[in-house]
């Protein structure tokens, strides 16, 4: 038998370079479509982009109250202070403090607070939402669990959290609506 494998075509090749290049191309196209699912499926799903920002209505939090959303699974804390915390936030010496930020840099609005209710030492949530939970001395928060105390402005005061609550983006939509993320 004859082997027509090796014989050369009309235009110079053989019947292998054909098959090989036939063969590179149904692996690289086959790799290609396994490989592109993968792939794709590292993307972030559709309920995660959706949960990357939210819509408050702040319209019907009173002076002096708070309310608690739920932003990339974590408490965000929105608090509509009155004129005395902000005068307490606002009168703090920051060259005293161990994150030392001025109010001013962590309000768009002075009346309005906006936090990521996380404790910076070990990620418990600090109490002080609601007016039975105690606020520690300065009037903001209070982690009980190593007793960290934040203040009117969500600085850390007092206790083993390193760092003040961290101010999340936002914006003010209008007067009623902030977008957080």
Same mark, same amino acid.
């Given at each position: 038998?004859?082997? *027509? ?49 939210? +819509? ?5 939090? +009173? ?16 608090? *509509? ?39 910076? *030492? ?23 669990? *190593? ?25 003010? +939509? ?8």
């Amino acid at each position: 038998m004859a082997d *027509h494998a090796g014989a050369p075509t009309a235009d110079g090749g053989t019947r292998r370079d054909f098959i090989q290049l036939m063969t590179t191309s149904l692996t690289v196209f086959g790799t290609a479509a396994v490989t592109w699912p993968m792939i794709a499926s590292m993307n972030p799903a559709k309920d995660v982009l959706a949960l990357s920002s939210i +819509e408050v209505d702040i319209s019907k939090i +009173e002076v002096g109250r708070a309310i608690t959303v739920k932003w990339r699974g974590k408490p965000v804390f929105i608090r *509509h202070r009155t004129p005395e915390e902000i005068k307490a936030a606002e009168d703090t010496p920051i060259d005293g403090l161990r994150d030392p930020q001025a109010d001013k840099d962590r309000v768009q609005k002075p009346e309005w607070l906006i936090l990521v209710g996380v404790c910076t *030492h070990l990620g418990c949530v600090p109490q002080g939402q609601k007016d039975s939970e105690p606020r520690g001395q300065f009037g903001g928060w209070f982690c009980p669990c *190593h007793g960290s105390e934040y203040d009117t402005s969500g600085r850390i005061r007092r206790g083993p959290a390193p760092l003040n609550l961290q101010v999340p983006d936002y914006v003010f +939509e209008s007067d009623a609506l902030v977008k957080i993320g």
